[in-house]
């Protein structure tokens, strides 16, 4: 499989460095907007041949379509901010390539409606997009495919739980992902999807709840946050109610309730002495880089679904999840945990496309594929999965 991997950041640096020996994978073009840090990585994978560097700003949908085509690319792999998404798809379905993703443009309930609303053209073309193939959006939503096949019966609530005990040394306020994603989907109203209502907004950080995860992480209050597979889950996995909890802590909180009280948060442009500058870039431009930040970061993170409903008639709740060390995570890569976490399951993914035991045409999410070879492959890839049989309600109102 030849792949465009478009961003080298820190997610894009660790699905090259998890890529870089599969024998499926026959060339990953670096490709970035910052041409010297595609270099520094393909410095750091070895392989010039395989591993090829070109400069791509991905607002730019004709160098997309032109650096696809110059390498003959079967797949791009878009590891950017979801600000970017549209251009980037509509530039797969012009090369006519497949095309993946981790994060979806547009908010609330509308996430994804650029892609969801192409899904007949991409299937008469024959091609395959699989939106939200990170870790959440993406694992956590097999998680939950697996949890509908093969724990439940019937299931009442999928509610997808993301949890941290991550320090980062030197650095009060210090985003481990995207921060303009990260900045976004903190600011914009969150949302809950029901059977009887379907989507609906709630107050944000108005209703708290405690998680109690597992790995040493403990108990830990949990907020609702707009997200992706709150749009993804209800389209292919039946069930009653959807919803997203985030581990966010009082502090983070309360540095994104000056953020949006300050309109820091906004994508449109201000004029700065004559420099026309988006004050949500802005933030981006002044927070340290995530990837830079493995050296200087301690502890695990989790993420996974806790669903609950009958199995044999009788009721049932557990909790999926993955747990990810930044320790082992910079021991095995040199990259840091919440990176690594993300970029692993979209290697999968590619994998199970190259192999052909994931097939499918149009714009598709994970959930709609058959879990178990997923499943498989994460022990493959030393990225282990865990179930926690819940004994009572873990998640309480306070």
């Not at 008469?124 to 956590?140: E, Q, R, T, W, Y």
């Not at 192999?355 to 498989?376: C, M, R, S, T």
Request: net charge negative; aromatic share 10%.
């Amino acid at each position: 499989m030849k792949v465009l991997l478009i961003g080298v950041g820190g997610v894009g640096e660790a699905i090259a460095k998890v890529g870089r020996d599969r024998p499926w994978l026959e060339k990953l073009v670096l490709s970035d907007y910052d041409l010297g840090r595609a270099h520094r990585v393909q410095a750091q994978l070895g392989a010039s041949e395989k591993f090829p560097v070109e400069q791509i700003d991905a607002r730019d949908i004709s160098r997309v379509i032109q650096v696809a085509r110059k390498h003959d690319v079967d797949l791009i792999m878009n590891a950017v901010s979801n600000f970017y998404n549209d251009t980037i798809f509509d530039a797969a379905y012009e090369v006519g390539c497949n095309y993946l993703d981790m994060a979806m443009s547009d908010d609330g309930a509308n996430m994804g409606s650029h892609q969801w609303k192409q899904a007949q053209r991409w299937k008469d073309k024959g091609l395959l997009a699989i939106l939200g193939n990170g870790m959440d959006p993406g694992v956590s939503n097999i998680f939950a495919r697996y949890a509908s096949l093969a724990l439940f019966d019937e299931v009442d609530e999928i509610g997808i739980r993301d949890g941290a005990a991550l320090e980062v040394r030197g650095f009060e306020f210090a985003p481990s992902f995207s921060i303009l994603d990260a900045i976004e989907e903190c600011t914009n109203p969150p949302i809950i999807w029901e059977k009887e209502r379907g989507w609906f907004e709630v107050p944000l950080f108005g209703n708290i709840e405690m998680f109690d995860f597992p790995e040493g992480i403990g108990p830990q209050e949990v907020v609702d946050i707009e997200h992706e597979e709150l749009v993804m889950i209800p389209r292919f996995i039946p069930c009653k109610r959807v919803t997203f909890k985030y581990g966010l802590g009082e502090k983070f909180i309360n540095v994104v309730k000056v953020i949006k009280m300050l309109g820091l948060h906004s994508k449109e442009k201000v004029d700065v002495k004559g420099v026309q500058v988006a004050p949500i870039e802005l933030m981006a431009a002044v927070l340290p880089d995530p990837a830079s930040l493995g050296d200087k970061m301690t502890g695990k993170t989790c993420v996974g679904a806790w669903v609950t409903g009958l199995k044999d008639g009788k009721r049932r709740e557990v909790y999926i999840y993955q747990p990810t060390d930044n320790q082992e995570s910079m021991d095995r890569y040199g990259c840091q945990a919440v990176s690594l976490q993300t970029a692993t399951g979209p290697v999968i993914t590619m994998e199970l496309l190259a192999e052909g035991k994931w097939q499918g045409k149009g714009v598709l999410a994970p959930e709609a594929f058959d879990p178990y070879p997923f499943l498989a492959k994460m022990q493959d890839y030393e990225f282990p999965y865990k179930i926690r049989e819940e004994q009572s309600q873990t998640s309480k109102s306070i």
